[in-house]
């Protein structure tokens, strides 16, 4: 049987492979983004060209009908977009033909709306394009890290037998199962943010008319919109090439009756702490589950498996690594993360696993002002009342101790952020999750369900939707929309700390905010921010959004707005 250096080093190329075909896949996606924008860009500066009034549009200009010599010219367009959409592997959606088809039989059809459809034409081929490229890529990953580690497990114990080939219906399957803790699959995921985007491009679109932004203004904020989504899109192709490995590794595992593995992490100085103190353990087949005993376990995740056998290391054999200086040493084969940092390194890793509980600074909550004077369900009301929120209902529903812990919450924030609106504080079914606020009527919803059975999670909760009140009022008076505001301040706050173009360091960054929910989208990750300042957790992604958001709030006081 061959010795330790073997699996690892194989295990390594392998991981290689797949990296190698994630860094492919992001930068035929960034092309398509590129492309896109471009697109939109001149259908914007063309359509300002052809309407516009001194460089400026009107909402009653946006509104008007288009003439008949312009209706004849954008069904064309449709016509042509139908066309590519028609065609084998575009990857757009039947229902976005379908609506484009019914779109051509209007005969009156507003400017605005025409500009509409034709933006989002753009994000439904970009959206259709990268569900091909991520197809194309999860097919490749998972057939080269099947066969790939078929073949090193049979290459090292010195035996061969026929590998099964793989069928692609299966495969088909297995790379279209959700495995993340949402239930989402990278198609759903795709869509999401097409969706998503397209919201955003539209409401910038008719805000710019609104307000009369110039044509250099408008464009110049689709641009950002377009980087904040394309930053999301390379995540995700980077988290799934490491699940689609992940998920060969297993498959070829179980097809080898292999009993056991172990986790193996890259050993250098940007090693995650997860993932150094998973090194080396070694786990029971039945109980692999990525996430949470396998790769991947945070964003750009480099670790991977190998098979495990009960006799396999020895004190002679010997384990490559990379110290600070990324020069290669060599380390006892059985030597784990831990012992190579204390050896090797002589400091401790200063990333966290954000996303565990302070049980410290919960239990120091009962010295709270607030929980301190709250005797009763009224003296709550009484107390969210005086902040601004004009009703409170059903709030009974929750025990006491819960209800204290949320006016705590609210009541943090508010004082913060004492011009925030919180219309109303009710408690009744969400239907995900601990709490909801409505950006449009600026209710908060606490869900009886959940933190009945949850008290640590009552503060928290409460900081949470109330820093969605915040994105509300920043993104109101800085954007003129009723968001966008917390996609803004956490592309900023990673451009302040350096790593805006370094995607290893940024996913790393929104783990330690985020933990095995890095994937959320930008609007989660700021309230997320919020949670980890208030219970006193440090990271450096949240205290930068903090400062930011503070700066930005004073300043429009400084104003006088």
Known sequence: MKNADYWKKRAEELENMAHQSATETAKLVNEQYIKALSDIDKEIRSWYQKFADNNKMTMADAKKVLTSAEVKAFRMDL???????????????????????????????????????????????????????????????????????????????????????????????????????????????????????????????????ITGKPVDTMAK???????????????????????????????????????????LATLDSSTSEICADMDGQVFELKDFEEGMTAPPMHPNCRSTTIPYFDDEFTEDEMRAARDEDGKTTEVPADMTYKDWENQFVGRKMSVKNAIRPETAFLSSLENHDIIKSVKSYTDATDILTSLGVSKVSNIEKLNIDTAKHITAGVSDIKSAFPDIDINSISVGKVSKGYGSFSTGSCEMTFSQKHLEKDLTCA???????????????????????????????????????????????????????????????????????????????????????????????????????
């Not at 035996?159 to 803790?181: C, S």
């Open 221 to 263: 904020n689709l641009a950002n919109r377009m980087g904040v989504s394309e930053s999301n899109a390379r995540r995700l192709v980077q988290t799934e090439a490491a699940h689609f490995a992940s998920a060969a590794d297993l498959q070829s595992y179980k097809d080898c009756s292999m009993e056991k593995y172990q986790y």
């Open 79 to 209: 016509k042509e977009y139908i066309a590519m959409g028609e065609k084998l592997n575009s990857g757009v959606r039947p229902e976005w033909i379908k609506q484009m088809k019914s779109a051509s039989a209007v005969h009156h059809i507003e400017r605005l709306d025409a500009l509409k459809m034709r933006t989002q034409q753009a994000c439904e081929r970009l959206a259709g394009s990268q569900l091909v490229h991520m197809d194309n890529m999860a097919k490749k990953v998972y057939r080269e890290g099947y066969y790939g580690e078929s073949y090193t497990i049979q290459k090292g114990v010195g035996l061969g037998w026929q590998a099964n080939a793989l069928d692609e219906a299966k495969m088909n399957t297995v790379i279209r199962k959700p495995w993340a803790p949402d239930g989402k699959d990278f198609s759903s995921r795709i869509w999401e943010n097409k969706s998503k985007l397209v919201n955003e491009l539209h409401t910038e679109i008719t805000q710019g008319c």
């Open 459 to 561: 503060y928290t909760t409460a900081i949470h939707e109330s820093a969605h009140a915040v994105d509300r009022y920043l993104s109101v008076n800085t954007l003129g929309n009723f968001s966008g505001y917390a996609g803004d301040v956490v592309s900023r706050a990673l451009k302040r700390l350096g790593v805006i173009r370094d995607p290893k360091k940024l996913q790393l960054l929104r783990y330690e905010v985020g933990g095995k929910d890095y994937y959320m989208d930008d609007d989660e990750l700021f309230a997320r921010a919020f949670e980890l300042n208030y219970i006193k957790r440090d990271s450096k992604l949240s205290n930068m959004i903090m400062r930011i958001v503070k700066e930005d709030y004073n300043a429009l006081h400084s104003t006088g707005n």
